[in-house]
């Protein structure tokens, strides 16, 4: 067995160094005993040639122990990895020195480390807090051993920044002395900031150097040193690295913990200001020590096995003779310049009162709008290549912002209202946006919570509440300076012209699998999903379309259709009525309409008070979609009776590949029941394959389209997302499969080539007799007269899981348990019938947990543990209902 000096760390890693110093700060001939833990001794024994080295080095007031995951996995990669963590001077078990070390002097000492430690070859620099600096200066002093660098939760400087409230109150003279040295109240809230908390031994192995007064003075040192003004003596260092590293041109990753107090999003934003090459993860939940948060070890390695120092990035194809056959999402609107007929129409105008007429816009209005509000949008400082976060809802106001927004080359923002706050904000500052043009509500969201962005509102607000929510511009104001800037330009003087493969769009995920995830589109991916849809559905300049669906709400101008936003809040789709959908699409004589599922659920629970010519302007839709989620048959039937001339489909998408397959009414009732839900065939230009499941229920690595063969599914098409937008893991993960993007949805293809979805990975039941999917089954159990939704979870071991329904009464239950013995039996039936599954239990619940913003999407992984719970004779609240049980 080995010996442990510390949770995790055997004593065969732990050394003293004797180290002649440098440093301007100690005496000539001054020799330090620095501690380090060193692997590099273990895998010299085992005769293995490591691949480099990793440089650790810890901030205040940590010490080596914070590497100790990394020691491990550098001694057991498949590649192994030499890894040495220091102990700054004064730090961890390190000398105290009894000298005041400056950033300088320990930029110097880890150089006279390195130097006396003999150490060679290719060099990665890790920092965490101020020892990312420290690692940097390192790093700039010694450029021909570094390899590449990684920062976790640092910053290299507060320019434009005041210092953090915590480091404030750290630094000030009544709390600075008690709070660092005195005490060890510092250190105690530093180890606080865990997410989740630290073990109790875990705990005193860090607290461990730093018992006594006389042991934290280098904590105390730390933080006096930081440099919080031009006049600190540690400023001119600071600025050197800060402004050096901007020329390192090695390979770089940022892992960020967001609930960081210390170093917030903006340092993160400012360290990929300056490496803009970098490699970026942002872990939503976690904090400032996030090595102790989350498992760094499986991104570092993954990221070192790509190759450092060689081809680290997947550099995107630029393909300049393609730019004349490129065609912009604004070509339509600048052909139809001079075109009176209407372009946009909106139902319930920004900002007007119930019962104000619809607004219109001709597609010549529409043209100069967008022209002016670019023109507007510039003078007020945006640029190329600037976020811009748009808190707007569809309507007139939107399309315009979006246009004008894609004109100038900036990037648009777009999270939805439906995340809530609290997952708006984390998508508002996870994109970083350098502007937020909101409606009033949302820029109180921005002032209160802190979201990034220089503050623009679009309507007109009283000086006093503009000031109160620090807006500097309002739409109605750029519109006006960007009449006056056309005025004195030359019409004939080009707009900046697109580059096709730049950013154009970060659009949010439902955040129905997780925290709702950024995700990144080019402005040829932009321009091929509008080509995806006008070819897929033979949509052509003349359509006039109802967009009651948010996504393709902004895609008309790009189409030459008219749109009409119909009067709704389109991030609670059950606020369309019948008669609002009606009056849309009378308003522009549609002939499509694109709305969700809940949304019609609640047209059809409406459509009784239609009037007859309500009823007529339905009649009139030649095609209805209905994306976001799967549609039963029986529901399409009943809107088809509502619109009995439209052709309807339902196309099977997702944020990032949005649309995939499409399929009709009458192709749903041919293909008929089977095992998961027939989502159809591919659209134009998009491939589907299935990456194999295996017995155990991992996932293969090989695209196949044989049919009938149930795995993970494939997408490639040109309208696939770039990548997701600060998330290097899971991007890494999603497009594993060169020219493929992994969905995370289960299915299979049938014989006719038809996807047949099952459910999601993590959906999965892996039982003693194999993987089992759960759409097939819950089909089954809502062919029960009783019940209204189903899901059917896996309770148990992984391997060894039962299947379990959870069901949601059409008649709710008021309290949730174990369902009456006749509908239990009435369900276990049904299930066995139709997807040859036997239940081991059948439970109800008054309500099914959804996430925000699709009703229809279950969230099954917390069902799975209520259901766990309940079934071993526990308490446990419902999810989703903030604690009934």
Same mark, same amino acid.
């Given at each position: 067995?080995?010996?442990?000096?510390?949770?995790?760390?055997?004593?065969?890693?732990?050394?003293?160094?004797?180290?002649?110093?440098?440093?301007?700060?100690?005496?000539?001939?001054?020799?330090?005993?620095?501690?380090?833990?060193?692997?590099?001794?273990?895998?010299?024994?085992?005769?293995?040639?490591?691949?480099?080295?990793?440089?650790?080095?810890?901030?205040?007031?940590?010490?080596?122990?914070?590497?100790?995951?990394?020691?491990?996995?550098?001694?057991?990669?498949?590649?192994?990895?030499?890894?040495?963590?220091?102990?700054?001077?004064?730090?961890?078990?390190?000398?105290?020195?009894?000298?005041?070390?400056?950033?300088?002097?320990?930029?110097?000492?880890?150089?006279?480390? &390195?130097?006396?430690?003999?150490?060679?070859?290719?060099?990665?620099?890790?920092?965490?807090?101020?020892?990312?600096?420290?690692?940097?200066?390192?790093?700039?002093?010694?450029? *021909?051993?570094?390899? %590449?660098?990684?920062?976790?939760? &640092?910053?290299?400087?507060?320019?434009?920044?005041?210092?953090?409230?915590?480091?404030?109150?750290?630094?000030?003279?009544?709390?600075?002395?008690?709070?660092?040295?005195?005490?060890?109240?510092?250190?105690?809230?530093?180890?606080?900031?865990?997410?989740?908390?630290?073990?109790?031994?875990?705990?005193?192995?860090?607290?461990?150097?730093?018992?006594?007064?006389?042991?934290?003075?280098?904590?105390?040192?730390?933080?006096?040193?930081?440099?919080?003004?031009?006049?600190?003596?540690?400023?001119?260092?600071?600025?050197?690295?800060?402004?050096?590293?901007?020329?390192?041109?090695?390979?770089?990753?940022?892992?960020?913990?967001?609930?960081?107090?210390?170093?917030?999003?903006?340092?993160?934003?400012?360290?990929?200001?300056?490496?803009?090459?970098?490699?970026?993860?942002?872990?939503?939940?976690?904090?400032?020590?996030?090595?102790?948060?989350?498992?760094?070890?499986?991104?570092?390695?993954?990221?070192?096995?790509?190759?450092?120092?060689?081809?680290?990035?997947?550099?995107?194809?630029?393909?300049?003779?393609?730019? *004349?056959?490129?065609?912009?999402?604004?070509?339509?609107?600048?052909?139809?310049?001079?075109?009176?007929?209407?372009?946009?129409?909106?139902?319930?105008?920004?900002?007007?009162?119930?019962?104000?007429?619809?607004?219109?816009?001709?597609?010549?209005?529409?043209?100069?709008?967008?022209?002016?509000?670019?023109?507007?949008?510039?003078?007020?400082?945006?640029?190329?290549?600037?976020?811009?976060?748009?808190?707007?809802?569809?309507?007139?106001?939107?399309?315009?912002?979006?246009?004008?927004?894609?004109?100038?080359?900036?990037?648009?923002?777009?999270?939805?209202?439906?995340?809530?706050?609290?997952?708006?904000?984390?998508?508002?500052?996870?994109?970083?946006?350098?502007?937020?043009?909101?409606?009033?509500?949302?820029?109180?969201?921005?002032?209160?919570?802190?979201?990034?962005?220089?503050?623009?509102?679009?309507?007109?607000?009283?000086?006093?509440?503009?000031?109160?929510?620090?807006?500097?511009?309002?739409?109605?104001?750029?519109?006006?300076?960007?009449?006056?800037?056309?005025?004195?330009?030359?019409?004939?003087?080009?707009?900046?012209?697109?580059?096709?493969?730049?950013?154009?769009?970060?659009?949010?995920?439902?955040?129905?699998?997780?925290?709702?995830?950024?995700?990144?589109?080019?402005?040829?991916?932009?321009?091929?999903?509008?080509?995806?849809?006008?070819?897929?559905?033979?949509?052509?300049?003349?359509?006039?379309?109802?967009?009651?669906?948010?996504?393709?709400?902004?895609?008309?101008?790009?189409?030459?259709?008219?749109?009409?936003?119909?009067?709704?809040?389109?991030?609670?789709?059950?606020?369309?009525?019948?008669?609002?959908?009606?009056?849309?699409?009378?308003?522009?004589?549609?002939?499509?309409?694109?709305?969700?599922?809940?949304?019609?659920?609640?047209?059809?629970?409406?459509?009784?008070?239609?009037?007859?010519?309500?009823?007529?302007?339905?009649?009139?839709?030649?095609?209805?979609?209905?994306?976001?989620?799967?549609?039963?048959?029986?529901?399409?039937?009943?809107?088809?009776?509502?619109?009995?001339?439209?052709?309807?489909?339902?196309?099977?998408?997702?944020?990032?590949?949005?649309?995939?397959?499409?399929?009709?009414?009458?192709?749903?009732?041919?293909?008929?029941?089977?095992?998961?839900?027939?989502?159809?065939?591919?659209?134009?230009?998009?491939?589907?394959?299935?990456?194999?499941?295996?017995?155990?229920?991992?996932?293969?690595?090989?695209?196949?389209?044989?049919?009938?063969?149930?795995?993970?599914?494939?997408?490639?098409?040109?309208?696939?997302?770039?990548?997701?937008?600060?998330?290097?893991?899971?991007?890494?993960?999603? *497009?594993?499969?060169?020219?493929?993007?992994?969905?995370?949805?289960?299915?299979?293809?049938?014989?006719?080539?038809?996807?047949?979805?099952?459910?999601?990975?993590?959906?999965?039941?892996?039982?003693?007799?194999?993987?089992?999917?759960?759409?097939?089954?819950?089909?089954?159990?809502?062919?029960?007269?009783?019940?209204?939704?189903?899901?059917?979870?896996?309770?148990?071991?992984?391997?060894?899981?039962?299947?379990?329904?959870?069901?949601?009464?059409?008649?709710?239950?008021?309290?949730?348990?174990?369902?009456?013995?006749?509908?239990?039996?009435?369900?276990?039936?049904?299930?066995?019938?139709?997807?040859?599954?036997?239940?081991?239990?059948?439970?109800?619940?008054?309500?099914?947990?959804?996430?925000?913003?699709?009703?229809?999407?279950?969230?099954?992984?917390?069902?799975?543990?209520?259901?766990?719970?309940?079934?071993?004779?526990?308490?446990?609240?419902?999810? %989703?209902?903030?604690?009934?049980?």
């Amino acid at each position: 067995m080995v010996a442990q000096l510390w949770p995790g760390v055997p004593e065969s890693w732990s050394s003293f160094v004797q180290v002649p110093s440098t440093a301007a700060v100690d005496r000539p001939e001054t020799v330090h005993k620095w501690h380090v833990l060193d692997n590099g001794p273990e895998l010299a024994a085992r005769g293995v040639e490591p691949a480099g080295t990793l440089l650790c080095v810890h901030g205040n007031p940590t010490w080596s122990y914070l590497w100790r995951s990394l020691l491990a996995a550098g001694s057991e990669a498949e590649q192994p990895w030499r890894v040495i963590a220091v102990d700054q001077l004064d730090m961890g078990f390190s000398a105290r020195t009894g000298a005041f070390r400056r950033l300088e002097d320990r930029i110097t000492d880890l150089g006279d480390l &390195t130097d006396a430690m003999g150490l060679t070859g290719k060099v990665i620099t890790v920092g965490h807090d101020w020892g990312g600096v420290i690692s940097l200066g390192w790093a700039l002093k010694h450029r *021909s051993q570094l390899a %590449g660098i990684i920062l976790t939760n &640092t910053a290299v400087h507060p320019a434009g920044f005041d210092v953090p409230p915590a480091l404030r109150l750290a630094l000030h003279p009544a709390v600075h002395g008690w709070g660092t040295q005195t005490t060890d109240a510092f250190i105690r809230v530093t180890h606080s900031l865990a997410q989740p908390a630290l073990a109790p031994d875990v705990r005193a192995a860090f607290a461990a150097p730093y018992r006594g007064s006389a042991r934290r003075k280098g904590v105390a040192n730390f933080v006096a040193d930081i440099p919080a003004d031009s006049t600190h003596p540690s400023w001119r260092t600071l600025n050197r690295v800060a402004d050096g590293i901007k020329r390192l041109d090695v390979p770089a990753l940022l892992l960020w913990g967001p609930k960081d107090p210390v170093f917030s999003d903006r340092y993160l934003r400012d360290l990929m200001d300056r490496l803009p090459q970098a490699d970026v993860h942002r872990f939503e939940g976690a904090s400032h020590l996030l090595p102790e948060d989350v498992d760094i070890t499986a991104p570092v390695f993954s990221w070192l096995e790509k190759g450092p120092g060689t081809e680290n990035r997947e550099i995107r194809n630029r393909n300049v003779a393609g730019l *004349s056959v490129f065609r912009p999402m604004l070509a339509e609107l600048d052909e139809r310049d001079g075109d009176s007929s209407p372009a946009v129409v909106d139902m319930a105008p920004l900002g007007a009162p119930a019962g104000t007429p619809p607004a219109t816009l001709s597609w010549a209005e529409l043209a100069a709008r967008v022209n002016q509000l670019a023109a507007g949008l510039s003078a007020a400082g945006v640029r190329a290549g600037d976020r811009v976060n748009l808190l707007v809802p569809p309507g007139i106001e939107l399309t315009s912002l979006i246009y004008a927004c894609l004109r100038l080359g900036a990037v648009i923002v777009v999270a939805d209202a439906g995340l809530g706050t609290k997952g708006m904000g984390r998508a508002i500052k996870g994109a970083g946006p350098a502007y937020i043009v909101g409606i009033e509500r949302a820029l109180t969201g921005a002032r209160l919570f802190g979201w990034p962005g220089i503050r623009i509102s679009a309507e007109t607000l009283s000086p006093a509440k503009a000031r109160l929510l620090g807006v500097k511009h309002s739409v109605p104001e750029l519109i006006a300076a960007g009449k006056d800037a056309s005025a004195g330009k030359d019409p004939d003087e080009p707009w900046l012209r697109t580059d096709p493969d730049a950013d154009a769009a970060v659009l949010f995920t439902s955040g129905s699998t997780g925290p709702a995830k950024g995700v990144v589109y080019t402005h040829r991916q932009l321009t091929a999903m509008r080509d995806a849809l006008k070819n897929t559905y033979n949509l052509r300049a003349g359509t006039s379309l109802v967009a009651g669906f948010a996504p393709f709400a902004l895609l008309g101008p790009a189409l030459g259709a008219t749109s009409v936003t119909p009067d709704m809040d389109v991030t609670s789709p059950r606020t369309l009525t019948a008669a609002a959908l009606a009056d849309a699409a009378a308003a522009v004589n549609a002939t499509t309409v694109f709305a969700s599922p809940a949304a019609l659920g609640n047209v059809l629970a409406t459509s009784a008070d239609l009037t007859e010519d309500q009823r007529k302007a339905l009649q009139q839709v030649e095609l209805l979609l209905s994306a976001g989620a799967p549609i039963p048959e029986p529901l399409l039937a009943r809107v088809s009776a509502l619109t009995p001339n439209a052709e309807l489909h339902t196309p099977y998408g997702m944020t990032e590949a949005l649309p995939v397959t499409d399929i009709s009414l009458d192709e749903i009732r041919a293909a008929g029941a089977g095992n998961g839900v027939c989502v159809g065939t591919p659209v134009s230009e998009a491939q589907v394959a299935i990456a194999a499941l295996s017995p155990e229920g991992t996932v293969g690595d090989t695209p196949l389209v044989e049919p009938n063969l149930t795995g993970e599914i494939l997408v490639s098409a040109p309208h696939v997302k770039d990548r997701y937008d600060r998330l290097w893991i899971t991007e890494s993960k999603s *497009s594993s499969l060169p020219g493929w993007h992994r969905t995370g949805d289960v299915g299979h293809l049938d014989e006719q080539g038809r996807l047949w979805v099952e459910g999601r990975l993590g959906h999965i039941l892996t039982t003693p007799g194999g993987v089992v999917t759960p759409v097939a089954a819950e089909q089954a159990a809502e062919s029960v007269a009783a019940v209204g939704r189903a899901a059917v979870v896996g309770v148990g071991p992984a391997g060894a899981q039962v299947p379990v329904a959870v069901l949601e009464l059409t008649d709710p239950v008021r309290r949730p348990g174990t369902a009456p013995q006749d509908l239990a039996a009435a369900v276990r039936t049904a299930v066995a019938a139709g997807a040859g599954l036997e239940l081991a239990a059948v439970l109800v619940l008054p309500a099914m947990p959804t996430d925000i913003r699709h009703n229809s999407k279950i969230d099954r992984t917390a069902l799975a543990g209520w259901a766990e719970t309940i079934l071993a004779g526990g308490s446990a609240k419902v999810p %989703g209902t903030g604690g009934r049980k």
